[in-house]
């Protein structure tokens, strides 16, 4: 069985699989500071962040996806966050070191997966 819980607040998600490795995180959006994102984003995922209409959300997803793909490797951030990069995105789909996370807004919070099958919708 492969479980990955997370939670913002006194909001929490959950997701499971009897066959193969999940992870989630879940994230209240706020506007990150200069100083967190240099130490926390690359150049260029900074970059990627400029061409965003909604920067604060973009940060939000761009962390909240990072965090999933860290705990899918089992090895967490370990404090080197850029070392989770953006690779590429489509959509709501961030890649981060070529995995997929899907990411959705829901109210005030970013919720992020990935369940290790084809179809992240």
């Known amino acids: 069985m492969h479980l990955s819980i997370a939670h913002s607040g ?3 998600a959950a997701l499971a699989s009897a066959t193969v490795p999940v ?3 879940f994230e209240r959006i706020t506007d990150r500071t ?3 994102e240099e130490r926390a984003f690359t150049p260029e995922e900074r970059e990627w962040l400029d061409s965003q209409a909604l920067r604060g959300e973009a940060a939000t997803r761009l ?3 990072r965090e999933v793909a860290a705990k899918l490797s089992g090895q967490g951030l370990q404090g080197r ?3 989770w990069a953006l690779s590429k995105t489509c959509g709501e789909i961030l890649f981060i070191c070529d995995i ?3 990411t959705r807004v829901i109210g005030h919070h970013v919720l992020a997966w ?3 099958e084809g179809d992240l919708s």
Do not use: K, L, Q
Request: aromatic residues 14%; positive net charge.
């Open 114 to 116: 990935h369940h290790g």
């Open 23 to 25: 992870a989630i995180d």
């Open 10 to 12: 006194e909001r929490s």
């Open 100 to 102: 997929p996370v899907a």
């Open 63 to 65: 962390w909240a996806a």
């Open 81 to 83: 966050p850029r070392r």
């Open 34 to 36: 200069p100083f967190f």
